[in-house]
């Protein structure tokens, strides 16, 4: 079978471009560059990367995922749940934004675009149903309020720990509310103002790069950054230069035992290959391990505390004529004939070298100029099983999110999607981008809805866009560097603000109480478990899974009745009473192994119930499957009824229930005489068989 060259280049499909449909796309890829640009930063630093890889992941991921995607809308990129699913996965394997933090991300952005481009080859794109809408519904808003709690930090300018449980760390960041740097506050409520303000008043206006450029013009007007170094020498006060040497030496000790960790773990797993899983040596070493480990904890408890309370402590420092540190005082202990610069500052990293001294507020800093490097992503085989379970996640509730947005698209512009062609875009956009020190992307919505409303035509509005952000890379960095961090925090909140829906919630649980809990567990899970958010997930599509094979297993069985108007209808709900020649039972859902019991419970306990009617009649119209365990248990009923002189009658068996009868002889064991296309033609030859039944008779209800 060969493949057209549309289905390999779906982007031909957009060729011929016309003058008006390029201006179009020209102008709507323009528009979303001017959101996307600072968004991704947003997003990168919401990953726990350098702003600047949000830049790498709006650059090739966004061409790449609509030249090969199905929508020609959907706006590819850094989104906000795939940011925080990142960070969650990677936080406990590496530091945020050291290097080998860096190095995983990419990692899993290449994970991530292999298992989406091998569902979408092989057509598996149905997987993702395994998710359901309210499992969706509550971990989106979940996730959203965590990603929005997470900025707070940014946003008052105070530190944000770290832990495995999000809510310490949230309850940490309360407590510091004191702290508050208003200057940073100020900065990132007027973004959020401005913000607000356009989207109410302006919509079509681009505000996020409004809110950007009206910060970043005062930032620099206001020299919103104030930073300085010293060295542990220049300070004048002992105690203070005291506290400093040992948070100096809590620091040297984490790069220490961090260093020994990784010696005794490359160790213990050399000595397993080579000796087996019992290796004494082995085990030795990783007892060593266990023991560097706790040693590796204990060094970063202390490093952390002594961080903490440096911040506690403001200092000024001494400077001389061209305005260089000379000594550094606490600022309540600077002696009146030093001369100052009258900042007040924090020390802040303290290492071998000195240590920093932040007197403003933070903001974005240097942005490496050009393009990323491309090449191949460095695989750690280590840690490939760590990171598998998370691109899996990833890969899901990412595609489950640009589907989603692809089809609320095209129910606006009439264009077909194919589920499986989107994974492979979503997939190569991944894999691409790994190639280029990006990290995962997904479908935007509020992107994707800025390109649709700006006018887009095709896929190459998406390709402008990248081009854009190219030239972003190669010439316009500088004018970033006084982006204040608050300000990317306050982007992040707004944008997450749009994904907190407590009303879909209601809406599940109104449609049907069994969403509505999955929805609400998945929450309460994802919210329980952070940062670990994958697990809250998957507690919740196992619990889906769980309630939907509960429904199966026990579905609707109505006993049935002759209602005044000739038709059968539930005899409990009619109160119609029972018929001493049939008892007539429906049957709704698919029958096999897991309802099978409940089947001949239900069919035994109507017989049992109305013991004077001859015939059984089994109306299957709600039967769609039939398994094997299925098959047997009519066959057994059959059988058994027919040994105390019921005769088992059915009527409106579909066709793939006729086909395993006919296939496993159950159809003969039945007999044709005792198979009718509709339960009227059933009842009339039941009654027609009956003897000694008058007219009279033959009108009364039936049921069972």
């Known amino acids: 079978m060969t493949l057209s060259p549309k289905k390999l280049l779906p982007f031909l499909a957009w060729f011929p471009l016309r003058g008006d449909t390029l201006k179009a796309d020209f102008l709507a890829g323009l528009t979303v560059a001017l959101v996307l640009v600072p968004q991704s930063m947003a997003y990168a630093q919401l990953a726990g990367l350098p702003p600047y890889y949000g830049l790498y992941a709006a650059f090739l991921p966004v061409m790449v995922a609509a ?15 795939a940011s925080l699913l990142t960070a969650s996965s990677l936080s406990p394997l590496a530091a945020p934004g050291s290097e080998q933090f860096v190095a995983l991300a990419i990692m899993l952005a290449l994970l991530v675009g292999i298992v989406q481009l091998t569902l979408g080859v092989f057509k598996l794109g149905v997987i993702v149903n395994f998710l359901s809408h309210p499992v969706i519904v509550g971990f989106t808003n979940a996730a959203a309020m965590i990603i929005g709690l997470s900025q707070v930090n940014k946003l008052i300018g105070v530190p944000m720990g770290r832990s495995e449980h999000f809510i310490n760390d949230i309850w940490g960041v309360a407590r510091q509310v004191g702290d508050t740097h208003p200057p940073t506050l100020a900065m990132g409520a007027t973004a959020i103002v401005i913000m607000y303000v356009i989207r109410k008043k302006a919509p079509r206006l681009p505000g996020v790069l409004i809110a950007v450029a009206v910060t ?10 104030t930073n300085a170094s010293g060295r542990v020498e220049q300070i004048a006060d002992v105690e203070l230069r005291t506290m400093v040497e040992k948070a ?3 620091s040297r000790k984490v790069e220490a035992t961090n260093k020994a960790l990784l010696e005794k773990a490359t160790a213990a797993k050399a000595a397993h290959k080579t000796g087996g899983g019992l290796s004494v040596h082995g085990v030795n070493l990783d007892a060593e391990a266990d023991i560097a480990r706790i040693e590796v904890q204990t060094a970063e408890k202390e490093a952390a505390d002594w961080k903490k309370f440096l911040r506690g402590i403001p200092v000024a420092r001494g400077v001389d004529e061209t305005g260089r540190t000379v000594a550094v005082y606490p600022a309540a202990k600077v002696p009146p004939e030093v001369k100052t610069d009258g900042a007040i500052f924090r020390i802040r990293g303290v290492g071998k070298d000195g240590f920093k001294l932040v007197g403003g507020g933070e903001v974005v800093g240097g942005i490496p100029e050009g393009l990323p490097s491309i090449g191949l992503p460095n695989v750690s085989w280590d840690m490939l099983g760590s990171l598998l379970a998370a691109a ?25 999607i194919d589920p499986n062609q989107e994974l492979i875009g979503q997939g190569l956009a991944n894999l691409v981008g790994s190639f280029s020190q990006a990290f995962p992307v997904s479908g935007s919505f509020s992107r994707s809805a800025v390109n649709i409303n700006a006018g887009a035509k095709t896929g190459m509005s998406s390709v402008f866009t990248g081009l854009l952000v190219l030239l972003t890379l190669l010439f316009l960095t500088p004018l970033l560097y006084h982006l204040p961090q608050a300000v990317l925090a306050a982007v992040i909140i707004m944008a997450v603000i749009g994904l907190i829906n407590f009303g879909a919630v209601k809406h599940a649980w109104q449609a049907n109480r069994h969403d509505g809990i999955a929805s609400v567990v998945t929450f309460v899970a994802t919210l329980a478990f952070a940062p670990h958010l994958d697990k809250g997930i998957m507690v919740g599509a196992g619990l889906a899974i769980v309630l939907y094979l509960y429904r199966t297993m026990t579905p609707r069985v109505a006993i ?26 429906r049957f709704d859902g698919r029958l096999y192994f897991a309802n099978v019991a409940f089947f001949e419970d239900a069919i035994l306990d109507a017989v049992a119930s109305n013991p004077e009617a001859p015939y059984l009649l089994v109306v299957a119209d709600g039967i769609n499957e039939l398994d094997a365990s299925g098959e047997e248990v009519i066959h057994h009923l059959v059988e058994r009824l027919r040994g105390i002189g019921v005769v088992v009658l059915f009527s409106g068996l579909k066709k793939q229930v006729l086909d395993v009868m006919q296939a496993t002889g159950l159809r003969a064991l039945i007999g044709e005489k005792c198979i009718f296309a509709t339960s009227d033609k059933a009842l009339e030859k039941i009654y027609s068989r009956a003897e000694n039944i008058s007219d009279e008779d033959a009108l009364r209800p039936v049921a069972g």
């Open 392 to 416: 899996i996640v990833i890969s899901l509730v990412g595609f489950m999110e640009a589907i989603s947005i692809a089809k609320a698209i095209a129910a606006k512009t009439k264009q077909k």
């Open 67 to 81: 030249l090969w995607g199905s929508s020609h809308q959907l706006g590819t990129g850094p989104v906000a749940v």
């Open 560 to 585: 049935l009745g002759r209602h005044s108007d000739g038709t059968l209808r539930d005899a409990r709900v009619h109160q119609l009473p029972a018929s001493d020649v049939v008892t007539a039972v």
């Open 248 to 250: 100096a030496e809590s």
């Open 216 to 225: 970043i013009i005062a930032s620099w007007l206001l020299h919103f950054e």
